[in-house]
């Protein structure tokens, strides 16, 4: 028994005489123009973007002190009439330290007016007005009392223990 064949093929294996064609040079992708733009394209923002992120990587975008800014002025120049005069260099401001003695308890409504309850040592109750604070949330974060940076964590760790404050579990 024979296999039917389910469909014909143009020769070579089944010794018919089949027909082909010369390929010609349009199917060639390597000679296409726009291929080698594209690709080409393609590699040189490759390249930039590996240059962008090496430079901000390592800095290379920070600007260098120039050499003519770092020069010192001689003092014969800087006592010329008409002269730029040499500009002393500003303190810089340092946060106040924290309280040692006081810390944030909560705040307190008596009559129509708010106040910041602060506790200390051994039971110390002290009310201070709100505009010392900065307020997060509708709570005082931190404020200056004293000179002092008051937070609900500065303070001895003993003195929120002893406060009169009721707690509200």
């Known amino acids: 028994m024979t296999a039917k064949r389910c469909y014909t093929t143009p020769g070579g294996t089944i010794g018919g005489v089949g027909n082909e064609l010369a390929v010609d040079r349009r199917q060639n992708l390597l000679l296409r ?19 962008y992120a090496y ?20 003092t014969n120049v800087a ?3 008409g002269a730029p005069q040499p500009v002393a ?7 106040p330290p924290f309280s040692s003695t006081w810390r944030i308890a909560g705040t307190m409504k008596l009559n129509d007016e708010t106040f910041v309850v602060l506790t200390g040592q051994g039971g110390r109750v002290r009310l ?37 404050l009721p707690r509200t579990n």
């Open 33 to 51: 123009w726009d291929m080698w733009a594209g690709f080409f394209v393609v590699l040189a923002f490759g390249m930039w973007g590996l240059w």
């Open 55 to 74: 430079n901000y990587f390592t800095g290379g975008f920070l600007k260098k002190p120039d050499a003519a800014a770092s020069k010192t002025v001689p």
């Open 79 to 81: 006592l010329l009439p």
């Open 89 to 95: 260099p500003r303190a810089v401001l340092s946060a």
């Open 128 to 164: 201070e007005h709100p505009s010392e604070f900065s307020f997060v949330a509708g709570r005082p974060s931190v404020g200056v009392v004293d000179g002092e940076r008051v937070t609900a964590f500065s303070g001895n760790s003993q003195s929120g223990a002893a406060s009169p």
